[in-house]
C-alpha cells in the first residue's frame, strides 16, 4: 500500500527556527519597551543562533537606544557596526542623530551629521528633521533654520514634519513672526 506524506511543521527541524525577521521584531518591541539592553541581547542570540546581524538589524538596536535616550550605547553599537565592516546608511545616523536629540546633546549632532558625510552617506529628509527637531527641542531657533536652510541648499524638500518643527522653534522662543 502507498504510505500517507507527513506534513505540517514536524516535517523538518529548521521550520521551527526563528528567522532575522523574528530577531527584528523581539529588537523592535524591546526599543518600543524602553530596554536597549534587552534588544542588545537579542542581536547576541542572534549570532549565537548562526543568523549575522546587518545593517538593519545594528538600525534597530541603536533605534532602540534612541528611544530610550541612551546615546552612550547607541555610539557602542554604531562603532562595532563599523568594526564589523558594515557601512552605516542614512537609518543609521538618523538613529544616532535622535538618540542625541533626545538627551539635548545638540553639541553632538553636527558632529554626527559630518562623520555622516565624511562617509559619504546621503542624508535624507529624516536626518534634517531630526537635526532641525534636536534644535527645536533644545531651543535654539537659529540653528534650526540654518539645517532647515542647508536641507533645501542640498536639493531635499522640506514635508510637514519640517515645517511644524520650524513653526514651533519660533513660536516657543517668541518669534511668532519670524514663523
Same mark, same amino acid.
Given at each position: 500500500?502507498?504510505?500517507?506524506?507527513?506534513?505540517?511543521?514536524?516535517?523538518?527541524?529548521?521550520?521551527?527556527?526563528?528567522?532575522?525577521?523574528?530577531?527584528?521584531?523581539?529588537?523592535?518591541?524591546?526599543?518600543? %519597551?524602553?530596554?536597549?539592553?534587552?534588544?542588545? &541581547?537579542?542581536?547576541?542570540?542572534?549570532?549565537?543562533?548562526?543568523?549575522?546581524?546587518?545593517?538593519?538589524?545594528?538600525?534597530?538596536?541603536?533605534?532602540?537606544?534612541?528611544?530610550?535616550?541612551?546615546?552612550?550605547?547607541?555610539?557602542?553599537?554604531?562603532?562595532?557596526?563599523?568594526?564589523?565592516?558594515?557601512?552605516?546608511?542614512?537609518?543609521?545616523?538618523?538613529?544616532?542623530?535622535? %538618540?542625541?536629540?533626545?538627551? $539635548?546633546?545638540?553639541?553632538?549632532?553636527?558632529?554626527?551629521?559630518?562623520?555622516?558625510? &565624511?562617509?559619504?552617506?546621503?542624508?535624507?529628509?529624516?536626518?534634517?528633521?531630526?537635526?532641525?527637531?534636536?534644535?527645536?527641542?533644545?531651543?535654539?531657533?537659529?540653528?534650526?533654520?540654518?539645517?532647515?536652510?542647508?536641507?533645501?541648499?542640498? $536639493?531635499?524638500?522640506?514635508?510637514?514634519?519640517?515645517?511644524?518643527?520650524?513653526?514651533?522653534?519660533?513660536?516657543?522662543? &517668541?518669534?511668532?513672526? &519670524?514663523?
Amino acid at each position: 500500500g502507498a504510505q500517507k506524506a507527513e506534513s505540517g511543521p514536524a516535517q523538518t527541524h529548521t521550520d521551527s527556527r526563528a528567522t532575522i525577521d523574528t530577531f527584528h521584531a523581539l529588537v523592535r518591541c524591546f526599543g518600543e %519597551a524602553g530596554e536597549p539592553g534587552e534588544a542588545l &541581547k537579542v542581536m547576541q542570540v542572534m549570532q549565537i543562533e548562526g543568523l549575522q546581524p546587518h545593517v538593519g538589524t545594528y538600525n534597530l538596536v541603536i533605534d532602540a537606544c534612541a528611544q530610550s535616550g541612551d546615546c552612550d550605547r547607541a555610539v557602542d553599537v554604531f562603532n562595532q557596526m563599523q568594526r564589523l565592516g558594515l557601512r552605516p546608511d542614512a537609518v543609521t545616523f538618523n538613529s544616532v542623530i535622535h %538618540a542625541f536629540a533626545v538627551n $539635548g546633546r545638540t553639541d553632538k549632532v553636527m558632529e554626527v551629521f559630518h562623520v555622516l558625510q &565624511k562617509l559619504g552617506v546621503e542624508p535624507n529628509v529624516v536626518t534634517y528633521n531630526s537635526m532641525i527637531n534636536a534644535f527645536v527641542q533644545s531651543e535654539q531657533p537659529d540653528k534650526a533654520t540654518e539645517v532647515f536652510q542647508l536641507m533645501q541648499q542640498q $536639493g531635499l524638500r522640506p514635508d510637514e514634519v519640517s515645517y511644524n518643527s520650524l513653526i514651533n522653534a519660533f513660536v516657543q522662543s &517668541k518669534q511668532p513672526d &519670524k514663523a
